[in-house]
C-alpha cells in the first residue's frame, strides 16, 4: 500500500536524520510526522507486537518465588512485633526536595519523575528519609515502628547477587530521646535474631561510628571539606583493596599521600572492647573531642552486647563507613561469610544483608523550627536474603508449597456437585482453606492427584452412603489412611489434623 510506503520512507529520514547528527528541532519535526502518519495508517491492533520482558533492573515472581518470600517476611514482621514496634507506611514517591541532598555522592542515583500538576516528584530511594519527614509533619517525636515497602534506584542492577532498580526494604526504627546506646543496641540484636532465625549461615555484624569516622580523618589530616567523599572511599574497602582505596582518595579526589597513609594504619583495624580501649589511649583519637565521644558510646554499646550474649557476631570495624549522609553516630553492616574456607584463611564476606544506624539530625531537616528527634535504624537487604533462599532451595530440590489449602473437598460418585458445594461452602464459613476441583463430575483419581501434586494434606470424600450415614471419609494424603467423621465434628477434625502438620 502507498500509505505504508510513505511510512516506512518517513522512518528511513528520521533514522539517517539521527544518524547524520541532525539539528534536534528537525529531528522532532520529523519525528512527529511519523508519528501522525502512522496513527492516520490506523495499524491492525491485532497485529501489533508488543517486547515481552520486565523492565531493566526489575522481575517477575512467580507463585513459588512468592512462597519463598513469604517465608522470610513472616520471620521478619515476626521479629519486629516481638520488639514492639507498629507499622506505618508512606508514598511510593515524594517531592523531589524531600530526597534532594540526603543522599551525599547517590543521590544521582534517585528516581526523578516527570513534573505532574505542578509538583517535582521523585521515587522514594530508601523509607528512612520518608519516615523522618513523617515525623517532622506530624510532630511526632516518639515512636518504634516498621515499614516494609518497595524502594528505587537508577542502579546498574546485578540481578544474581539481590540488586535491583525496584525492590523491597525491611526498616525498624526507634525514634524518641533515650539513654544512650539502649535502642542502638537493640537494633542490632534485632539484626542477629533475623539472620539467625533466616538460618542463612555464618554472618558478623560490623559497627563504627560517623564521630570516630570524623575524628579519624580530622587527626589524619583530611580537610573538613572532604570528609564525606573520603568516607565514601572508605566505605569500598569491604569491595576493593586497600591500595585501590588509598589510589582513589589521592588521585581523584586530591588527597595528600602522607593523610592517605595515615587513615590506612587506622581503617585496617578490626576487633571488640580490647580495640576500642586501645584508641581510647591513642595519643591523637583521645585527643579529638569527637572521637573520644564516639569510642565512649562504642564501649557502653558492647557493654550492652555482651549482656544480650551476641558480641561473638560483631566486630568494631574502622573501615566501615556506609555513605549516606544522614549518619551521625553508630553506624554498622550484617555480611554474611563465605561457608567453606581453606584451613586458617580469614572468612571472606559474600555481600551485605543489613544496614543502619543513628541519624540524629534527619528530622531535623524537615522541621520549620529545626527540632531533633533523634533517631536509629535498621534496614534488612531482603532482596539479597530471596537470592539465598532461592538458590538454596533449587539445590535442596525441596518442593516449595504455594497455597495454604488445608484440604480438597472431593467426591467419589457421580451427580454430588451440590453436595460438594454445600460442604466446601460450611468449610469456608468456619474458616478452613479448602478447594475443590471445577468439574461437575471429577474421577476421584484425578482429585487425588491434584493432591499429591499441590500438598494439600487431606481430602474430605463425600460419597452416597457417607451422606446417608451423616459423615465425611478423610483421607490423610501422606498416609493414605482415611476415617469417617460425624459432619458436625469435621471442622474441629480438620484443624486438628493440619495443626499437626
Known amino acids: 500500500m502507498a500509505e505504508e510506503a510513505a511510512v516506512r520512507a518517513q522512518a528511513e529520514t528520521v533514522r539517517r536524520l539521527k544518524q547524520d547528527k541532525a539539528d534536534p528541532d528537525e529531528i522532532a519535526k520529523e519525528v512527529a510526522k511519523l508519528l501522525d502518519m502512522k496513527a492516520q495508517l490506523g495499524a491492525d491492533e491485532g497485529k501489533q507486537k508488543f517486547v515481552l520482558k520486565t523492565p531493566k533492573g526489575t522481575r517477575d515472581f512467580g507463585p513459588k518465588e512468592m512462597a519463598i518470600r513469604e517465608r522470610a517476611f513472616k520471620a521478619i514482621i515476626s521479629c519486629f512485633k516481638r520488639h514492639g514496634a507498629e507499622v506505618i507506611d508512606t508514598p511510593v514517591f515524594e517531592l523531589k526536595e524531600t530526597l534532594t541532598g540526603k543522599y551525599g555522592e547517590d543521590s544521582k542515583l534517585i528516581y526523578d519523575l516527570k513534573d505532574q500538576g505542578g509538583e517535582l516528584l521523585s521515587l522514594r530511594y530508601d523509607l528512612t528519609v520518608p519516615f523522618a519527614r513523617y515525623l517532622a509533619m506530624n510532630k511526632i517525636t516518639n515512636i518504634k515502628r516498621y515499614h516494609i515497602a ?37 537494633c542490632l540484636k534485632i539484626v542477629h535474631e533475623i539472620l539467625s532465625d533466616l538460618q542463612l549461615g555464618d554472618f558478623v555484624i560490623k559497627v563504627n561510628d560517623r564521630r570516630i569516622l570524623d ?33 582513589e582518595m589521592v588521585g581523584e579526589k586530591g588527597l595528600s599521600p602522607e593523610a592517605a597513609d595515615r587513615i590506612g594504619d587506622y581503617v ?22 569527637l572521637a573520644k565521644e564516639g569510642l565512649g558510646d562504642m564501649k557502653l554499646l558492647f557493654e550492652y552486647l555482651t549482656l ?26 550484617a555480611v554474611l ?51 539465598i533462599l532461592e538458590q538454596r532451595l533449587e539445590a535442596s530440590e525441596e518442593k516449595i508449597r504455594t497455597t495454604e489449602t488445608q484440604v480438597l473437598v472431593a467426591s467419589a460418585q457421580k451427580k454430588l456437585l451440590e453436595e460438594r458445594l454445600k460442604l466446601i461452602s460450611e468449610l469456608w464459613d468456619a474458616g478452613i ?69
Not at 544474581?160 to 525492590?167: L, V
Not at 551485605?352 to 522541621?367: E, I, K, N, P, Q
Not at 457417607?466 to 477434625?493: M, P
Open 337 to 387: 561469610l563465605q561457608q567453606e574456607n581453606e584451613p586458617g584463611e580469614e572468612p571472606v564476606s559474600v555481600g551485605s544483608v543489613a544496614g543502619g544506624g543513628r541519624y540524629d539530625g534527619l528530622v531535623g531537616m524537615f522541621d520549620p523550627k529545626g527540632r531533633k528527634v533523634p533517631c536509629v535504624g535498621v534496614s534488612i537487604g531482603i532482596e539479597r536474603i530471596f537470592s
Open 308 to 333: 544480650f550474649g551476641i558480641t561473638g557476631k560483631i566486630s568494631f570495624d574502622l573501615s566501615l563507613a556506609r555513605g549516606l549522609d544522614y549518619y551521625t553516630g553508630v553506624i554498622f553492616e
Open 268 to 289: 585496617q583495624l578490626h576487633g571488640g572492647l580490647d580495640l576500642i580501649e586501645r584508641l581510647l589511649q591513642d595519643p591523637k583519637l583521645s585527643q579529638n573531642k
Open 215 to 247: 575524628g579519624m580523618f580530622a587527626v589524619c589530616g583530611v580537610p573538613d571539606s572532604k570528609f564525606r567523599t573520603i568516607c565514601s572511599s572508605v566505605d569500598k574497602l569491604d569491595k576493593v583493596p586497600w591500595e585501590e582505596v588509598r589510589s
Open 150 to 186: 518497595k524502594v528505587y534506584r537508577r542502579d546498574n542492577p546485578a540481578m544474581t547477587r539481590g540488586r535491583y532498580r525496584e525492590f523491597y526494604q525491611c526498616d525498624f526504627d526507634i525514634a524518641g530521646q533515650f539513654d544512650p546506646m539502649i535502642p542502638d543496641a537493640e
Open 433 to 501: 482453606k479448602a478447594e475443590m476441583l471445577y468439574k461437575k463430575n471429577p474421577k476421584l483419581l484425578n482429585q487425588l492427584q491434584y493432591c499429591e501434586d499441590t500438598g494439600i494434606p487431606l481430602v474430605a470424600i463425600v460419597g452416597e452412603q457417607e451422606l446417608k450415614d451423616g459423615v465425611v471419609k478423610l483421607r490423610i494424603v501422606a498416609t493414605r489412611e482415611e476415617v469417617n467423621v460425624r459432619r458436625e465434628s469435621l471442622v474441629e477434625e480438620i484443624r486438628i489434623r493440619t495443626s499437626q502438620c
